[in-house]
C-alpha cells in the first residue's frame, strides 16, 4: 500500500491541479507497490496512468479539448489556447475591482443557480486601463479560478492575416465558445484602432467591430468573455453597452508598491528593505514594471553574491524604468 506521505502528496497535487506531480506520485506509489512484492497492483496503476495520459492527449481537461489541444482548423493561428494556473490572490489589485473579480468566478460559479431564477452571470467583461496593470493576468486568473482553458483570440492576426473575411472568422470564434467552455480573451482590443492606421480600411474595421457586437449580443454560453484595451477612446461607445461588467485598471497606488514586491520576492529576504525609500521611487510606474524591476534587483542580488536584496538596488531599478520612455503605443 501507499505511504500516508503518499497518499497526502497524491490528494494535495490533485488538489492543486499539479498534473505532473500527480503523475509522478503515482509512479511513485506503483514502485512502491512493486517493491513490496505487489507486481500486479503495480502493473494496474501503471496502464490506469498510460491511458489517462492518452486519453490526455485526445481530451485536455474536462471539456472536449479539440478546440484546446489543437484549434479547429480554421481557427489555426486566430486561437490560442493554454492552461493558466495564476490565481487572483497572486494579484495586487485595488479593494473594489478585487471585489468584482471575486463576484464574476462566483457567479460563474454559481451560474446554474442565478438562471435557475432568471438571473444572469456576469460572463462578458470588458477591462479597461493603461498597460502593465495586470488586464491580461487577470483573464489568466479567471481561468485559473474557474479552472477553464484560456483562450486567446488573436485580433491582430484576425484583422492582418484575414483581411476580408474577419466576419466569417469571428464567427467561427463565437461557434467554439459555445462549444468549448474557456475564457475567452480578446486582448489588445484596441488593436482594431491600430489596423484602422495601418491599413486604412475603414469599411473592414466597421463590419468587425459590428459583427462582434452583433455576436455579444445575441451569444448565450457558459464561457467568458474577456476583452481588454488599452486605449479608452479609441473603442466604440456602443461596445459598452454590450458588456456585462465594465473594470478599470490604474497604475498602482503607493500603497499597492510594497505588496507588488513582496509577492514577486516572497523567496528573497525583503525584511530590511527601507519602504520610505522605495515606495516614491515606483511613482508612475505600471504594476509590471514594479514587478520587472524587483526582480532585475534580485538577479543583481544573486549574481553578486549578495546576502540579501539592497534598497539602493531597487530604488535605482524603478528609477532607470521611470526614465524610460513610455512604450510605444499603436
Ligand atoms: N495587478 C497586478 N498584480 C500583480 N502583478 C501584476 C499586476 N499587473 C501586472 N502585473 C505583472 O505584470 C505583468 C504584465 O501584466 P499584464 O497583465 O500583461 O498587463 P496588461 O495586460 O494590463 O498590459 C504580469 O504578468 C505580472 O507579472
Ligand atoms: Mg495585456
Same mark, same amino acid.
Given at each position: 500500500?501507499?505511504?500516508?506521505d503518499q497518499?497526502k502528496?497524491?490528494v494535495?497535487?490533485?488538489?492543486q @491541479?499539479d498534473?505532473?506531480r500527480?503523475r509522478?506520485v503515482?509512479?511513485q506509489?506503483?514502485?512502491h507497490?512493486a517493491?513490496q512484492g505487489k507486481?500486479k %497492483?503495480?502493473?494496474e496503476?501503471?496502464a490506469i496512468?498510460?491511458?489517462?495520459?492518452?486519453q490526455?492527449? #485526445?481530451?485536455?481537461g474536462?471539456v472536449?479539448?479539440?478546440?484546446i489541444?489543437?484549434?479547429p482548423?480554421?481557427?489555426e493561428?486566430l %486561437?490560442?489556447?493554454?492552461y493558466p494556473?495564476?490565481r487572483?490572490?497572486e494579484?495586487?489589485?485595488?479593494?473594489?475591482?478585487?471585489?468584482?473579480?471575486r463576484a464574476?468566478?462566483?457567479?460563474? !460559479?454559481s451560474?446554474?443557480?442565478l !438562471?435557475a431564477r432568471?438571473?444572469?452571470p456576469?460572463l462578458?467583461?470588458l477591462?479597461?486601463g493603461?498597460?502593465g496593470?495586470?488586464k491580461?493576468?487577470?483573464? *489568466?486568473?479567471?481561468?485559473?479560478?474557474?479552472? #477553464?482553458?484560456?483562450?486567446?483570440?488573436? #485580433?491582430h492576426?484576425?484583422? +492582418?492575416?484575414?483581411? =476580408?473575411e474577419?466576419?466569417?472568422?469571428?464567427?467561427?470564434?463565437f461557434?467554439?465558445?459555445? /462549444?468549448?467552455?474557456?475564457?475567452y480573451?480578446?486582448?489588445?482590443?484596441?488593436a482594431?484602432?491600430s489596423? !484602422?492606421m495601418?491599413h486604412n480600411?475603414?469599411g473592414?474595421?466597421r463590419?468587425? %467591430?459590428?459583427?462582434f457586437?452583433q455576436?455579444i449580443?445575441?451569444?448565450?454560453?457558459?464561457?467568458?468573455?474577456v476583452?481588454?484595451?488599452?486605449?479608452?477612446?479609441?473603442? &466604440?461607445?456602443?461596445?459598452?453597452?454590450?458588456?456585462?461588467?465594465?473594470l478599470?485598471?490604474h #497604475?498602482p497606488?503607493? =500603497?499597492?508598491? @510594497?505588496?507588488?514586491?513582496?509577492n514577486? %520576492?516572497?523567496?528573497?529576504?525583503? +525584511?530590511r528593505?527601507?519602504?520610505?525609500?522605495i515606495t516614491?521611487?515606483?511613482k508612475?510606474l505600471?504594476?509590471? &514594471?514594479?514587478?520587472?524591476? *524587483?526582480?532585475? $534587483?534580485?538577479?543583481e542580488?544573486?549574481l /553578486?553574491?549578495?546576502?540579501s536584496?539592497? $534598497?539602493?538596488?531597487?530604488?535605482?531599478?524603478?528609477?532607470?524604468? !521611470?526614465?524610460?520612455p513610455?512604450?510605444l503605443?499603436?
Open positions: 500500500m501507499a505511504t500516508a497518499l502528496a497524491l494535495d497535487s490533485h488538489s @491541479r498534473e505532473a500527480f509522478a503515482a509512479m506509489i506503483a514502485a507497490a517493491k507486481g %497492483l503495480a502493473e496503476l501503471r496512468l498510460d491511458r489517462a495520459s492518452a490526455r492527449e #485526445l481530451h485536455v474536462p472536449s479539448a479539440v478546440a489541444a489543437r484549434p482548423r480554421d481557427l493561428g %486561437l490560442f489556447a493554454s494556473d495564476t487572483l490572490s494579484m495586487v489589485l485595488e479593494k473594489d475591482l478585487e471585489a468584482d473579480l464574476v468566478v462566483t457567479e460563474y !460559479r451560474r446554474d443557480k !438562471r432568471d438571473l444572469a456576469r462578458r467583461l477591462l479597461v493603461p498597460p496593470c495586470g491580461t493576468m487577470t483573464a *489568466a486568473a479567471l481561468a485559473g479560478e474557474c479552472r #477553464l482553458p484560456l483562450m486567446v483570440v488573436q #485580433l492576426a484576425l484583422m +492582418t492575416k484575414f483581411m =476580408g474577419t466576419a466569417a472568422k469571428l464567427h467561427a470564434v461557434d467554439a465558445m459555445a /462549444k468549448t467552455k474557456g475564457v480573451l480578446f486582448d489588445e482590443f484596441d482594431i484602432g489596423v !484602422r495601418a480600411d475603414v473592414e474595421i463590419r468587425v %467591430l459590428n459583427s457586437l455576436l449580443e445575441v451569444h448565450h454560453s457558459d464561457s467568458i468573455i476583452a481588454a484595451s488599452n486605449l479608452m477612446p479609441i473603442l &466604440d461607445q456602443a461596445l459598452f453597452r454590450r458588456f456585462d461588467a465594465i478599470e485598471y #497604475l497606488k503607493p =500603497g499597492m508598491v @510594497r505588496p507588488l514586491i513582496e514577486r %520576492l516572497s523567496t528573497f529576504d525583503t +525584511t528593505l527601507a519602504w520610505p525609500k516614491p521611487a515606483a508612475g505600471s504594476h509590471a &514594471d514594479v514587478v520587472r524591476a *524587483a526582480e532585475e $534587483s534580485a538577479k542580488m544573486v /553578486k553574491d549578495q546576502p536584496i539592497r $534598497s539602493e538596488d531597487l530604488v535605482r531599478a524603478l528609477e532607470q524604468r !521611470r526614465r524610460r513610455p512604450p503605443r499603436h
